[in-house]
């Protein structure tokens, strides 16, 4: 049984910093892509950004040149290094292995 669990969510002002972890255990992280979506009130849960085994990474446009994803396969935890935060970036944020496992998400609000 896979679980994935993530913390680092938090209040925020606009132009700062978050990093966010997801832990895995139960699986082989080592040999899955995995990834990060949000999704905010009211919205469908969408991509944030992904990053394959072998460190190949792709993010969405709204994100790109300000968020980044790296993974360290010891410790079986993806990250997701959030730079620039904007209002719009306020979400759930979602990690996954893309394999139908999910975390239960962590919260992340961007004030103005």
């Known amino acids: 049984q896979v679980q994935l669990v993530e913390s680092g969510g938090g209040l925020v002002q606009a132009g700062g910093s978050l990093r966010l972890s997801c832990g895995a255990s139960g699986g082989t992280f080592s040999a899955y892509t995995m990834g990060w979506f949000r999704q905010a009130p009211g919205k469908e849960r969408e991509f944030v950004a992904a990053?394959?085994?072998?460190?190949?990474?792709n993010y969405a446009d709204s994100v790109k040149g300000r968020f980044t994803i790296s993974r360290d396969n010891a410790k079986n935890t993806v990250y997701l290094q959030m730079n620039s935060l904007k209002p719009e970036d306020t979400a759930r944020y979602y990690c996954t292995d893309f394999r139908g496992n999910w975390g239960q998400g962590t919260q992340v609000t961007v004030s103005s």
């Open positions: 990053i394959t085994r072998i460190g190949i990474t």
